[in-house]
């Protein structure tokens, strides 16, 4: 299937609490739940994601909690209590595709920025768009991240809350880019923000250089 382009493909070990909770609080499908093993897979053209989530529900356990259609970008979220069975899924989405894991694209950091001493006016803006996690408050460290292809945004959240006492406000994962903010205490989100870069980092894949 060399007219698919993998995009994103990010394996969760472990979905922690705030993301696990934030996914469940946007997703239309069978919602997660805390420590729960997932996948991310971001594909191009979007229409094949449908043929994606047949594949994976099809041969393994796994329950799809999020499928995004988008006539560029198609995105699948797919979890499941066991490891085993999210890894079987991947294999066979792969297998299916005729590709590897380091077919898919490298992450790219866009943007990686911290405000600290957030104003109220501020932290009013970022909640009125942002109502489907905690809220930033008044005094708060805030981190934006900005990440290429949009499918590693959630991996990078998780990534954050393995690492650090952070309050995840917002995880868009879908359209030409990724965002997480997230925000605590100053040395708790430069904690976050070192587990966010260390871990996107260590993803492997084809080079992902931003266009002229």
Not at 55 to 60: G, L, V
Not at 93 to 104: A, C, F, K, V
Not at 122 to 131: A, D, E, G, K, P
């Amino acid at each position: 299937m060399a007219n698919v382009d993998l995009r994103t493909f990010a394996f969760l070990d472990s979905m922690q609490p705030q993301l696990a909770s934030q996914v469940a609080a946007t997703a239309r499908g069978f919602l997660p739940v805390v420590w729960q093993a997932a996948l991310y897979v971001e594909i191009a053209p979007g229409i094949e994601i449908n043929r994606l989530t047949d594949i994976a529900i099809k041969n393994t356990l796994v329950q799809p909690g999020l499928q995004v259609v988008e006539r560029a970008f198609g995105l699948l979220e797919i979890h499941h209590q066991d490891q085993g069975q999210v890894l079987e899924a991947g294999r066979a989405i792969l297998d299916n595709l005729e590709l590897t894991e380091m077919d898919r694209l490298q992450p790219r950091i866009v943007t990686s920025q911290t405000i600290k001493d957030i104003h109220d006016y501020q932290s009013q803006l970022v909640n009125r768009t942002s109502r489907s996690a905690n809220l930033l408050l008044p005094g708060d460290m805030l981190y934006i991240l900005e990440v290429h292809p949009a499918g590693y945004a959630a991996f990078a959240a998780n990534e954050a809350e393995k690492a650090a006492r952070i309050k995840i406000v917002e995880v868009r994962g879908v359209g030409a880019f990724g965002r997480v903010y997230f925000c605590g205490d100053e040395a708790e989100v430069e904690v976050g923000q070192e587990a966010v870069h260390r871990g996107l980092e260590a993803l492997g894949g084809r080079p992902n250089e931003p266009r002229s």
